[in-house]
């Protein structure tokens, strides 16, 4: 089995993060840049399936800059075998990016593709689908697992997406609780933060890191049509906090949250 | 071409040149949080090592660091080893330095100065953690004097009778009962001084006492070690008869700096929490930020930091560990760390006043613990006193 794993290169969850005046975009300097959490957990379920299976080969996939080589290499340390990296420098959006995903996934003859359900730059949540649909196969997103992160199963690494017989079960999260699925492989699911907790990687593996294949594609040369459909136009930092506000009683509190917050 | 140059010399990062490094550094990050944070403040209460996270370190592949590839190790050279002293010295210097007595004091010298034969049998064992190791110089009546050692070795056939007592032994004990696994014991044979490797349960080597109520670094047991007629095989002599001071200066130099490593953790430590704390807490009205004399202690101590850990890493990056000979700045590193550390740890407990003084806020212990790097690994008078002499004797070593 050949499991495809996207990794998307974001600034760092825990930066503070400011828009420029302008609003043509974020401020980048001096920003650290990680493998977008999500992705992170992508990575783990593979490496955990291939643990379980024996003989599943993990390909990393990214699509970015050419520095996305450093989130390449975070997860060849954690354990992924190999990485591909489609270096473009302009920005594209989710279309572009799964057209990319879908040319690698028929090159590769991959049989399973794990991504992040959406990367927490721009929360766009709509590669994994959109991937899905132009290769016309099945998908499963926000795959989560029935076993809390504290139990002995998942400290046991025991995968939560179960594969045999040519069919995935998946654990969704979906509103109010979980629903599980089953479908047929090939297939791509996408990842929520519940599934299980990356693995950090030891000195080995980043020793074995650095002898492991990362190719670099010209993004023209994949022959795929990358012109953006989406233009952002402006970006804008959210409101404010106002600052709180003591009350000398009861009776004026349940009035300020009647009147002035009107949630009573 | 200039910019290119410029470009690249801009963006090289002296505490993360490589990939490895940065790696490393990522997955330091996670350990320390998740793992090393969680039980400083417990076990150095309690002056108790934590054997599971010790393995943990082992688990991880940080026990071989800066050993060979084909010695079974990370094959990392000295700046990884000061990256890893400064990330776990953030959180915990006690475990730190029981870190730094077997990674450093024990395998990095066994594993340049041991033969291929010792190598096998021993080395695997300490870089997984299974045998938790130590190096004993120090004596009751000798320090800094090394020479002055009075611990004896005479070979008798196919063995060798050591009698002596060695003092301050990091990692000696792993409790009040229990010796470590495997020591780099110093010995004088005739007049000379000879390395040997001696072995848990061997006939004759004892825990003469586990000493208590250290001032700091709590988390790491300290012991005194008796050699009372104690059987050593001669195979467990390292290299040659007299050749121990050929051991001690290979190692000299990774043992400053990693102990610099470990000022370099306090620092960057209680700078955190002094500039936390003055942007929360208030006098008069105002955060205390807004005080000069607290902005004077934050200031002196963020550019001493800086300085410290550029010349603590620029040190780390020339140094050859194959090599030595680099004595004056691995010695003034520490000199210059130790002493940075020790003062921006007590400006951290100034700066928070009554919680400084608290063990909850952290910089108390550390406090405690910055102390040890101006007597340990060569006291700030041996430094002094080897940084004088090298100038002395090459003083284009200053114009360099």
New interface residues.
Partial sequence: MKILVTVKRVPDPNASIKVKPDGTGIITDNLKYVVNPFDEIAIEEALRLKEKSGGAEVVLVSVGSKTAQ?QL??GL?MGADRAILVVAEQELDSLAVARIFHKLVQDEKADLVLLGKQAIDDDANQTGQMLAALLGWPQATFASKTDSLESEAEKSGTPGIQISGGAAKVVREVDGGLETLELPVPAVITVDLRLNVPR?????G??K??KKELKELAIDSLGVDVKPKLKILRLDPPPKRQAGRKVGSVQELVQALHNEAKVI | MHDDISAAWRSFDLHAPTDEHRLLAETLQTFVAQEVEPQAAQYNREERFNLALFRRAGDLGLLGLTVSESDGGAGLDATAAVLVHEALSAADPGFCLAYLAHAVLFVHNFARNGSAAQKERVLSKAISGEWIGGMCMTEPEAGTDVLGMRSTAVRQGDHYILNGRKMFITNGAIDDRTTGDVFLVYAKTDSKISTFLVEKGFSGFSLGQRLHDKLGVRASMTAELVFDNCVVPVSNLIGSEGESSKHMMRNLEIERLTLAGMSLGIALRCLEVMVGYSNERKTFGVPIREHGQIQRHIAESYSEFRAARCYVYDVARRLDLSSFGNRVDADGAKLFAARIAKEIADRAIQVLGGYGYMGEYVVERLWRDAKLIEIGGGTVEAHHKNITKDLCRAPELIRR
């Fill in positions: 450093e290499r975070t340390a950090y990687a030891s000195l080995p980043i020793m890191a650095r």
